[in-house]
């Protein structure tokens, strides 16, 4: 069950978006293999490890937080990678912005140590569905 912190944070991350990031953010919200990473990632890093919040509301924050830097780059005509090379636009540069922020943490439900390689391993399969979601389907 959600934190009412967590749905919170849910309805302002998805306040700020439309368009395909917004659909990202949407499918990551009710995705249940998301939901159980991110959930566990704070059984460990709390429960086990005694450590702070690395889990659904951390994530959520991280990702309003980009949301929020990525604005201000480009009100100040600071381009994406993808944009400067022609490869996509600034809001395919926001979904993979918010996409990387939301699941940067999942490597915590296996532990602390090398958690950001281990997040990776996790989320490329979950970013593939997520990508395939919004640009195929």
């Known amino acids: 069950m959600k934190s009412p912190k967590e749905t919170a944070l849910d309805r302002k991350i998805l306040k700020t978006l439309d368009g395909i990031c917004r659909d990202a953010v949407e499918y990551m919200i009710s995705d249940p293999e998301i939901t159980h990473l991110q959930d566990y990632a704070n059984t460990v890093s709390i429960k086990r490890l005694n450590y702070n919040d690395h889990g659904p509301v951390h994530m959520r924050k991280v990702a309003l937080n980009a949301i929020v830097m990525a604005g201000l780059l480009r009100k100040n005509g600071i381009k994406f990678s993808?944009?400067?090379?022609?490869?996509?636009?600034?809001?395919?540069?926001?979904?993979?912005?918010?996409?990387?922020?939301?699941?940067?943490?999942?490597?915590?439900?296996?532990?602390?140590?090398?958690?950001?390689?281990?997040?990776?391993?996790?989320?490329?399969?979950?970013?593939?569905?997520?990508?395939?979601?919004?640009?195929?389907?």
């Open 82 to 137: 993808l944009e400067k090379e022609g490869c996509g636009t600034y809001e395919d540069s926001l979904v993979a912005v918010v996409i990387s922020a939301f699941l940067h943490d999942t490597g915590m439900s296996i532990g602390r140590q090398d958690h950001e390689k281990n997040s990776v391993v996790l989320a490329a399969p979950i970013i593939e569905r997520i990508l395939r979601k919004i640009y195929v389907d």
